[in-house]
C-alpha cells in the first residue's frame, strides 16, 4: 500500500511518505470504527428483539389476567344487582 518514490529528493520522499502514512492510519481507524458500528448495532438490535419478545410474553399474561379480574368484577356487579331481588321475590 505504501509506495515510496524512487525520486532522491529526500524531503519530498518523507513528506508523501508521511502523507501516505497518515492515510493508511485514518484508514484503518475507519475501518476500526466500522466494524464497532456494526457489533454495537447488532447487539442493540438482539437486545431490542429479547426486549420485545418478553413485554410480548408479560403482555399476554396481564391480558389474560386482566381479563379475568375484569370478568370477575363485572360478575359481582351483576350478582350484586340481582341478588336483592332473587332474594325479595324468595321472602315473598
Keep these: 500500500i505504501l509506495n515510496k518514490p524512487a525520486s532522491l529528493d529526500i ?3 518523507s513528506t508523501d511518505y508521511a502523507q501516505q ?3 493508511l492510519n485514518e484508514l484503518q481507524l475507519a475501518e476500526e ?3 464497532s458500528a456494526q457489533f454495537l448495532e447488532t447487539s ?3 437486545s431490542m428483539d429479547q426486549f420485545v419478545a418478553a413485554s410480548t410474553r408479560s403482555m399476554r ?3 389474560l389476567i386482566g381479563t379475568i ?3 370477575v368484577i363485572i ?4 350478582i350484586a344487582m340481582y341478588l336483592p331481588i332473587f332474594m325479595f321475590g324468595a321472602i315473598i
Excluded: F
Aim: hydrophobic fraction near 55%.
Design 61 to 63: 399474561l396481564m391480558s
Design 33 to 35: 470504527l466500522n466494524v
Design 75 to 78: 360478575a359481582n356487579v351483576v
Design 44 to 46: 442493540l438490535e438482539q
Design 21 to 23: 502514512l497518515k492515510l
Design 11 to 13: 524531503t519530498e520522499t
Design 69 to 71: 379480574i375484569l370478568g
